[in-house]
């Protein structure tokens, strides 16, 4: 049998000036890829590792949220919606500590455990985006539904993140971290810690041609020493935009981490957006 994925449908209701609500399916307000993650809007052919594996991008829930402007250039974002599952589709140890991997795309979800999810954004100076966001859930095992072990762990995540266009230049720059409530170690040693930042620069050449650097570091076992897996990793490459909506993209990669060594790749890609 086949599938349908929906990232988004959901109704929004202005219910005052600069004020609204929406109910249904949406992308959870964290993070810069998060919500716009279209492949003309960024530079790699991969998502950067800190988005796709701690925040975890592309995310979206279902729920009701809050959203409008604070003050001139501050603007927010609340939301009380479905959560992540640490169980969701496997007995695995392995993968009890994953965050990307309890994922549930709402589809079938279990609720027993809601998240709620807060944002602050400053955009009131003209090229400047920077923004705090928290999430709290009480259970990220969703109360143990399939009886693996893994129950009663909270967690948070807290993040910021700063967006910067000046003329040709641009410079993104992330901090995500979470910290989980695994007092009697039910997840896999060191998980109940994981974080990650990035800081990317990029440079337009021309309008159809951009330049980009990336300095990354992960851990997502950094909860003690004796299991830190620290890994840090560069990314380098070339977006050639064929027009606003289409783009061509080459990068070169290079990972480090103490016990893989170093891994190196290339990517050769190209994305739309409708």
């Known amino acids: 049998m086949g599938e349908v994925e929906l990232e988004q449908a959901f109704v929004q209701w202005d219910y005052a000036p600069d004020h609204n609500a929406k109910f249904g399916l949406f992308l959870v307000p964290v993070g810069i890829l998060n919500e716009t993650h279209e492949p003309n809007t960024f530079y790699g052919v991969e998502r950067n590792a800190v988005e796709k594996n701690i925040i975890p991008a592309t995310w979206w829930e279902g729920g009701a949220?809050?959203?409008?402007?604070?003050?001139?250039?501050?603007?927010?974002?609340?939301?009380?919606?479905?959560?992540?599952?640490?169980?969701?589709?496997?007995?695995?140890?392995?993968?009890?500590?994953?965050?990307?991997?309890?994922?549930?795309?709402?589809?079938?979800?279990?609720?027993?455990?809601?998240?709620?999810?807060?944002?602050?954004?400053?955009?009131?100076?003209?090229?400047?985006?920077?923004?705090?966001?928290?999430?709290?859930?009480?259970?990220?095992?969703?109360?143990?539904?399939?009886?693996?072990?893994?129950?009663?762990?909270?967690?948070?995540?807290?993040?910021?993140?700063?967006?910067?266009?000046?003329?040709?230049?641009?410079?993104?720059?992330?901090?995500?971290?979470?910290?989980?409530?695994?007092?009697?170690?039910?997840?896999n040693p060191g998980s109940d810690e994981q974080v990650g930042w990035y800081v990317e620069p990029s440079f337009r050449v021309t309008p159809d041609l951009?330049?980009?650097?990336?300095?990354?570091?992960?851990?997502?076992?950094?909860?003690?020493?004796?299991?830190?897996?620290?890994?840090?990793?560069?990314?380098?490459?070339?977006?050639?935009?064929l027009h606003d909506n289409v783009v061509m993209k080459v990068d070169y990669q290079r990972q480090d981490n103490e016990r893989a060594g170093e891994v190196d790749g290339f990517n050769v890609g190209m994305g739309y957006s409708f």
């Open 65 to 187: 949220g809050l959203s409008g402007e604070l003050a001139p250039g501050w603007s927010y974002d609340v939301a009380m919606h479905s959560g992540l599952n640490l169980n969701a589709g496997s007995g695995s140890a392995s993968t009890r500590s994953s965050i990307r991997s309890g994922r549930q795309k709402v589809g079938e979800a279990n609720a027993d455990s809601l998240a709620y999810t807060a944002r602050v954004r400053f955009s009131g100076i003209p090229g400047l985006q920077w923004s705090v966001a928290l999430q709290r859930q009480t259970d990220l095992s969703q109360s143990d539904d399939d009886g693996v072990g893994v129950s009663g762990v909270g967690a948070t995540l807290f993040e910021t993140d700063v967006a910067l266009s000046r003329g040709n230049f641009g410079l993104r720059a992330l901090y995500a971290r979470w910290d989980i409530d695994d007092r009697i170690n039910l997840l």
């Open 210 to 241: 951009g330049l980009f650097a990336r300095y990354s570091e992960y851990d997502l076992t950094a909860g003690t020493a004796a299991t830190s897996d620290e890994r840090t990793q560069w990314d380098f490459g070339i977006n050639y935009w």
